[in-house]
């Protein structure tokens, strides 16, 4: 299977490739060998963009919400279309196993789809007032709006900020992760294929503090969105807080997931164990801190190590691989620190272990690893892993593991399992968490909002709720 993607900055309808540029290397994380380079934007391709999304953002703004709407359904139409050769380019570059990048490439189309209704669902209200007065609260595109999206879901993250912004009538300056360029380059061929005004999209590539820097200080920029960690989280909010601008964040978590001893404890091993390693556990909402009721905690241990084993690893574009690389170089190493420290700690380790036992060479690649007894000292019950890495802990009452579940300061997405109908309302009311699935993980659907609370950020993502920071509340009263 060849790489064969664009690399290229999309600036106000023309493509820009990497002369007179400088360029990165965009890596295979399951060889480490490189695949191509990607051309990193010049402060003057950042002031033509925004000088583009300025005019871009008067043209859209003004486009019926109807063809708008026609827009992002051709764009989903021909995302469909180019499925295969999107997916290839995503795991080429990010690693996830191709029947993961055929599932993200899906769920891009259909948030496309799901904004396309929405477009023509942006209502106002009006106000009873006297005979002969109106007062109408309308809701208007706030205006361009600067979007930055990570790696681990690189197609799927940047449609859920572009397809919502781009629905509402605003302009795009999309920001991706220079580790995997190619489908977001696709993403935005889509998009221009379908006859989005080429002011109204614009993709650059470029180094983070720079291109963030530039783009926020722009009295242009009236919006930014972000998905990352919470440190750079807090740094943008920062630079937009000079504009002022609005901010929308969504900063990773570190998911507790709670199992009750009256659940169906094979159905939650048979689904916990696969999204725990979906992804190589690179997913902000990865269940990661599993508290377990004592009368059912060895055989849970028992039961997620054994099916753990069992997982085949490999390069991702191997159909029979169920867990890919790691994305980048820093990973493998990261884990396997804190699989140390937590053995170090008193941690048992149950399956897997530190290093890629001689998987792939040069490849990014860290086996799939359960620790059972893990203190709450450890660095790993503190950090969000963001790997592959399972952490396992017993708790005797309700109260106990609630209270173990809220003690870290993010808030993002929180799971339980449970046969108990009131205590699965009890347990969803308590957790500190933005999204909270109760024997599911399906939580991050194109029709329902994303996102987290504490330090996991504000603002949401996905159904109505995701136009929200796109959108501006203007009221007119007239006597």
Known sequence: MTYDA??????????????????RPVHDPATGGVLGAVPLATAADLDA????????FRRWRDTSPADRAAVLRRAAALMRERADAIAATLTAEQGK????????????????????????????RVLMRPRGERSVVLRQPVGPVAAFTPWNFPLYLLMKKVAPALAAGCSVIAKPAEETPGCAVAAMRCLADAGLPPEAGQLVFGDPDMVSRHLIASPVVRAVSFTGSVPVGRH??????????????????????????????????DMV?????????????????????????????????????????????????????LAHGRRPAAVAALVEDAVKRGA?????????????????FHRPTVLADVPVDADAMQTEPFGPLALIRPFATEEEAL?????????????????????????????????????????SVADAPFGGVKDSGFGSEGGPEGLEPFLAVKAIHQA
Not at 292 to 301: L, P, S
């Open 273 to 325: 164990v696969p999204q725990k390693f979906r992804n190589a556990g690179q997913v902000c909402v990865s269940p990661t801190r599993f508290y377990v009721q004592e009368a059912i905690y060895e055989r849970f241990v028992k039961g997620f190590a054994e099916r753990t084993e069992a997982l085949k690893v490999g390069d991702g574009r191997d159909p029979t691989s169920r867990m890919g690389p």
């Open 236 to 269: 943008l909010m920062k630079l937009a807080a000079d504009g002022p601008k609005r901010v929308a964040m969504e900063l990773g978590g570190h998911a507790p997931v709670l199992v009750f001893d009256d659940c169906d404890l094979d159905r939650t091993l």
């Open 403 to 443: 209270e173990q579940a809220n003690r870290l300061p993010y808030g993002l997405a929180a799971f339980a399992f449970t046969e108990n109908g009131r205590r699965a309302n009890r347990v969803s009311d308590a957790l500190e968490s933005g999204m909270v699935g109760v024997n599911s993980f399906a939580i």
């Open 6 to 23: 664009e690399l290229k900055l999309f600036i106000d309808g023309a493509w820009h490739g990497t002369e007179g540029r400088d360029e």
């Open 348 to 364: 048992r380790l149950a399956a897997g272990g530190s290093g890629d036992g001689g998987l792939f060479g040069d490849g990014y």
């Open 97 to 124: 196993p191709l029947v993961e990048a055929r599932g993200e490439v899906a769920g891009s189309a259909q948030m496309l789809d799901y904004y396309a209704g929405e477009a023509t669902r942006i209502e106002g």
């Open 49 to 56: 963009s925004l000088a583009a999304s300025e005019r871009g």
